[in-house]
Nanobody
Framework: QVQLVESGGGLVQPGGSLRLSCAASGSIFSFYAMGWYRQAPGKQRELVALITSGGSTNYADSVTGRFTISRDNAKNKVCLQMNWLKFEDTAVYYC?????????????WGQGTQVTVSS
């Protein structure tokens, strides 16, 4: 079991920045791939950024060059630095941990944090 708690959301103007953090507990953090997803009103949840247990990263096309995902295994934390925010980045952002163990995939979600980009 993994417990995830996000923080850092808020209201920001277009062009501004926010840094989201996700604190993990309950299992060996370094074994998990960590991702940030978001869900805007009326839309499906989508992957924003992913970082594997080995540190490889992957980003949605819409955020490439603006967002950076990072992890600190010593602190059991994953962060999402969001720069040059746009109106369309407004959504609830969720932290996700996943791992395949013995052929079974395990996935855990945080409760989400609201990001609102507005002038």
């Amino acid at each position: 079991q993994v417990q995830l708690v996000e923080s850092g959301g808020g209201l920001v103007q277009p062009g501004g920045s926010l840094r989201l953090s996700c604190a993990a507990s309950g299992s060996i953090f370094s074994f998990y791939a960590m991702g940030w997803y978001r869900q805007a009103p009326g839309k499906q949840r989508e992957l924003v950024a992913l970082i594997t247990s080995g540190g490889s990263t992957n980003y949605a096309d819409s955020v490439t060059g603006r967002f950076t995902i990072s992890r600190d295994n010593a602190k059991n934390k994953v962060c999402l630095q969001m720069n040059w925010l746009k109106f369309e980045d407004t959504a609830v952002y969720y932290c996700h941990a996943s791992r395949v163990y013995d052929g079974v995939e395990y996935g855990y979600w945080g409760q989400g944090t609201q990001v609102t980009v507005s002038s």
